[in-house]
């Protein structure tokens, strides 16, 4: 079983909205709630990249240059959560969008990752 399965993918028309949710559903409230988190995706042909990242608390993120203004990630401890809220989507946003969890407590971009989810997938139409 998955220590991270992510949800909320789907297809969308340019502009529109998106919500992905990921449940850390084997990690413990504890290494959960120590953990940051993040989320990254992989277009067609491309590498991953980093998307956005949040640390334990929720109260320190980590945005690409490419999301800033249109994503936001949140997460609720209680629940082992982490949730991206995607807004204005072009199709360049298009890829398969993966939950992780950094191996510190900040989960920013250069940090390492070590339980990701399968994935999901997001297609935005033009």
């Known amino acids: 079983q998955e220590q991270l399965v992510e949800s909320g993918g789907g297809l969308v028309q340019a502009g529109g909205s998106l919500r992905l949710s990921c449940v850390a559903s084997?990690?413990?409230?504890?290494?959960?709630?120590?953990?940051?988190m993040a989320w990254f995706r992989q277009a067609p042909g491309k590498e991953r990249e980093f998307v956005v990242g949040?640390?334990?608390?929720?109260?320190?993120?980590d945005y690409a240059d490419s999301v800033k203004g249109r994503f936001t990630i949140s997460r609720d401890n209680a629940k082992n959560t982490v949730s991206l809220q995607m807004n204005s989507l072009s199709p360049e946003d298009t890829a398969v969008y993966y939950c992780?969890?950094?191996?510190?407590?900040?989960?920013?971009?250069?940090?390492?990752?070590?339980?990701w989810g399968q994935g999901t997938q997001v297609t935005v139409s033009s």
């Open positions: 992780a969890r950094s191996t510190d407590s900040t989960g920013t971009h250069n940090v390492n990752f070590d339980y």
């Open positions: 084997r990690l413990s409230k504890l290494a959960f709630s120590t953990s940051g």
């Open positions: 949040i640390d334990w608390s929720g109260r320190s993120t």
